[in-house]
């Protein structure tokens, strides 16, 4: 399997952007779909956002539209994720997944996700 290494969570002010990369141990597009993810403490992981395997059809969850931008690097075999207008509600770990195949009727459903990264701890504080 593809491994998933997230960095670039830290503190960051409201009103602030974060930029976090996900570096995979291979080139990955056109073998597997890619979502970023959050989880903030006592709640359920959520989906952020989706890029196909093969395809650049990006898909952002409705409460990060308009300030979410998700890119992908083939020749770093990176994708990254930039938040922008942080808030103290974005306050999660963050992580980033690979998953051969869609198999729910929700693309953001970290059901259809086998690798994840470690996460990145990202805190929105003054």
């Known amino acids: 399997q593809v491994q998933l290494v997230e960095s670039g969570g830290g503190l960051v002010q409201p009103g602030g952007s974060l930029r976090l990369s996900c570096e995979a141990s291979?080139?990955?597009?056109?073998?597997?779909?890619v979502g970023w993810f959050r989880q903030a403490p006592g709640k359920e992981r959520e989906g952020i956002s989706f890029?196909?395997?093969?395809?650049?059809?990006?898909l952002y969850a409705d409460f990060v539209e308009g300030r979410c931008t998700m890119s992908r690097d083939g020749a770093k075999n990176t994708v990254y994720l930039q938040l922008n207008n942080l808030t103290p509600e974005d306050t999660a770990v963050y992580y980033c997944?690979?998953?051969?195949?869609?198999?729910?009727?929700?693309?953001?459903?970290?059901?259809?996700?086998?690798?994840w990264g470690q996460g990145t701890h990202v805190t929105v504080s003054s």
């Open positions: 291979r080139f990955i597009s056109g073998q597997y779909n």
């Open positions: 997944a690979a998953g051969r195949a869609i198999l729910t009727a929700d693309r953001l459903d970290p059901n259809n996700y086998n690798v």
């Open positions: 890029i196909p395997k093969g395809g650049s059809r990006i």
